[in-house]
């Protein structure tokens, strides 16, 4: 019965650390899954989510080390009266796939933009005068994937020649041909992710 509860607080170590990483990672796997699923309006919604990463991270990493110290330490307790085999839930191999799945997690934000295709454009000739270039500050963007969110908005306008957001900085850069397309147009589009637009560009 002791070794069936400490079983069972284990696994609720597992669970709260998988949880945490999960948390941690929401910030970016939104935008990802609104894109893939055709509703960019709540792209940005977890967005608040980004300041607590650092504490949810070191949570994760805290509640996971416990259960592998709880895993791997000496039982010197032999009096235990129930089954040798634990189930396949509290395994280490269990506790292994569970530290790997919240490490691709915590990680999602260096390759959430590999999930976003390449919109390869095609060479258009423009005369330099028609070509405008106008930085935004774009409110919530946390990660590569919502860079990709961005682009992947702005470029989808005909008329756009280059769009290219950097979450760093908070802003976006974009080139277009304004005898195809303007500001507004521009701006609609990137406003319908749920990442919000500076009413104030700096051209």
């Known amino acids: 019965m002791k070794k069936q509860n400490q079983d069972n607080t284990d696994t609720k170590w597992m669970g709260a650390g998988l ?3 999960f948390v ?9 899954f609104a ?23 070191g949570l994760t990493v805290l509640l996971l080390g416990f259960a592998w110290y709880q895993k791997l330490k000496p039982q010197w307790d032999q009096e235990c009266t129930c089954e040798e085999d634990p189930s396949f839930w509290n395994t280490k191999g269990f506790l292994g796939g569970v530290t790997v799945l919240a490490a691709l997690l915590l990680a999602f934000p260096y390759y959430s933009d590999a999930f976003f ?4 454009k095609q060479v258009v000739y423009v005369q330099e005068s028609q070509v405008q270039s106008i930085t935004w500050d774009i409110k919530g963007m946390t990660c590569t994937g919502c860079e990709a969110t961005v682009e992947n908005a702005a470029n989808g306008i005909d008329g756009v020649l280059e769009a290219d957001a950097t979450y760093d900085t908070g802003q976006a ?3 277009y041909d304004r005898g195809k397309t303007n500001q507004e147009t521009i701006k609609a589009a990137i406003d319908k992710t749920g990442f919000t637009v500076n009413e104030n560009p700096n051209n």
């Open 19 to 21: 949880f945490a990483a």
């Open 24 to 32: 941690a990672s929401l910030c970016c796997v939104t935008p990802v």
């Open 35 to 57: 894109f893939l699923a055709g509703i960019g309006g709540v792209a940005s919604i977890f967005s608040w989510v980004e300041p607590f990463r650092p504490y949810l991270i």
């Open 117 to 120: 295709p390449k919109q390869d």
């Open 173 to 175: 850069t974009i080139k």
